[in-house]
């Protein structure tokens, strides 16, 4: 009687993910050392190209070792492995042994961002003509979307200027030593970019993101929205980091 | 349609060299899952192709011969690549990778066993529906053997292509690796496969690492896989080929020569079936 196949392949990937004995036995035998070290080789490549300045700065073997263990709590879940990845930064941010590079989670969201956006749906040109004919008196509950490829990070740490510093053919020393950084991931001519914004602009964006409509998420500006909102609005749209809108009901 | 021809894998590093020079070659395979975006560079790029070659796509996580059947959500991102790509040849491994929500992302042997078999059979038969076409199936490399095998490696593949309704995807690279892994005689494999079924064929390098031959993909094709490619092209004719290099990708001109080498031998075995014809 052999084996059911489900309860085999179950068991052979406790063997590959967590190091597990196999059994029924193989043959040969050291061919379960083949089959996990190239398994975990391809996790650890895949996840070292979505974050390769977070490897710079802790080095391989490091990097290595994080890898090994966030993969251990957190499975690839895709065939796709341009979707691992997701998480990384969370579980540095737990990980006791980074704990004297506070900024490490915030590098790797920002290396997630902009992985997401590039693989992101390319943004539709803004629909000029229908925002034309929402009546002004609605204009406050228009719900505005970011451009699919648009991904927002704040950090309390100076996550690009660090990103920047440690881009291939760079030293790694940061331009600036002190955050918040407020960054912006847009996608320019299919590349995509970080810069950062000031406060204002991203707990705008960020509320837009949300979902809030467009007169809620003008509060991020404060006292100086009536100043300031129109400029971003139509600053966003030009730009394409605002990509679509949803025009409220006129029934309601 | 493809021609009878040698096409090589598309990638990154080669892009622009291919497009500047427009190299002749039969067609160029992508890795599917390499165009799973919704949007981005990699599908325009992919666009830019598709007006001068022949495309085969390449599935390398579908995980055909899991138990637990293929995943929906992969299976639809293949769908789109597939529909608005129409592709030549798609393709994909008869082999599995992921298990209950897991994926080891790798080529995982299966056990040559019936129910393996209908398993396979079963998601072949479910992907060649949603995709609305038939899709060619490989025969994969192996490092081991599961004990409780039915049946012998050739009998296994043969069966599932003849029972599934699709077609081989014949690597003569693996054939070599398995028959020296295994120990079994390569020529007595290429003996039983339906020659009819073989819509594309691989070949690829491959390094020994000990007593092992190991299927790297990065190197040129061996020797003695030239020679069982020849074999195999005098008993199934020529069919499209592929010079495959995935890791440390070498000029594109190295490819190109690998391609050239294969071109040939097509060459003459198209000169035989004529002359076997007249």
Redesign the interface.
Known sequence: M?????A???R??DA??EEAPFT?????AD??D??RA??AA??RS?LASAYPVTQRLVGEAFFAEAARQHLRAV????????Q?GNGFAAFLEGYEPARALPWLGDVARLEWALHES?????ALPFDFAALARVPPEMHGDIRFALA??VRLVRSEWPVLAIWEANQPGRDGTPGRDAGPDFIVVE?DD??PRARCVDRDTWLFLEALARGAALAEAGLAFGDAMEERLADALSQGIASGLVGSFAAPDPGT | MVDDGAGIGLRAPHYRAILEREPALAFLEIHAENFFAEGGQALAWLERFRERYPLSVHGVGLSLGSAEGVEESHLAKLERLVRRFEPALVSEHLSWSAAGGRHANELLPLPFTREALSAAVANIQHVQERLGRPILVENVSTYLRFGDGEMAEHEFVAEVVRRAGCGLLLDVNNIHVNARNHGFDALAYLDAIDAATVGEIHLAGHEAVGARLVDTHGARVAPEVWDLYVAALARLGPRPTLIEWDIDIPELDTLLDEAAIASRHLQSAADMRERSLA
Not at chain 1, 2 to 6: E, G, K, V
Not at chain 1, 24 to 28: D, I, L, R, S, T
Not at chain 1, 75 to 82: E, K, M, N, T, V
Request: charge should be negative.
């Open positions: 052999s084996t059911p196949l489900a085999l392949q179950r052979f990937l590959m993910l029924p036995e193989v043959a040969p061919a379960l083949v089959y190239s398994v391809n996790l895949a499975p690839s879940a895709s065939g796709d492995l341009h691992l590039h693989f992101a749906a390319d699919p490829p996608r299919f590349a």
